[in-house]
Nanobody, 123 residues
Framework: VQLQASGGGLVKAGGSLKLSCAASGRPLSSYTVGWFRQAPGKDREFVAAINWSSSGLYYADFVKDRFTISRDNAKMTGWLQMNSLKPEDTAVYYC?????????????????WGQGTLVTVSS
């Protein structure tokens, strides 16, 4: 599976962005899709994940009620809607696809990674 993340950019605090993760090569339907981020000088961290059927949605505490993860298996695309953005959300955001069995917030679950898209939130 090849993943292409897009939709990043510069936004003011309080604004919104919607990231996309387009898959190709193999059907996305059997994979958990996750979003991670890496801020400058920090380790990459879990943001959100969605299981293959969209029945399971998982979020890091720091994005609950602000971010929404979704997917459309027919379109082989996942999204991360980010609202009420804060300067501390500034990071490179990565989408990933991995096994449907395991710890959804563990990077080791995800076999395939996109190249990342930069989100910058100004104060």
């Amino acid at each position: 599976v090849q993943l292409q993340a897009s939709g990043g950019g510069l936004v003011k605090a309080g604004g919104s962005l919607k990231l996309s993760c387009a898959a190709s090569g193999r059907p996305l339907s059997s994979y958990t899709v996750g979003w991670f981020r890496q801020a400058p000088g920090k380790d990459r961290e879990f943001v959100a994940a969605i299981n293959w059927s969209s029945s399971g949605l998982y979020y890091a505490d720091f994005v609950k009620d602000r971010f929404t993860i979704s997917r459309d298996n027919a379109k082989m695309t996942g999204w991360l809607q980010m609202n009420s953005l804060k300067p501390e959300d500034t990071a490179v955001y990565y989408c990933a696809a991995g096994s449907s069995v395991g710890d959804y917030d563990a990077q080791s679950l995800y076999k395939y990674w996109g190249q990342g898209t930069l989100v910058t939130v100004s104060s």
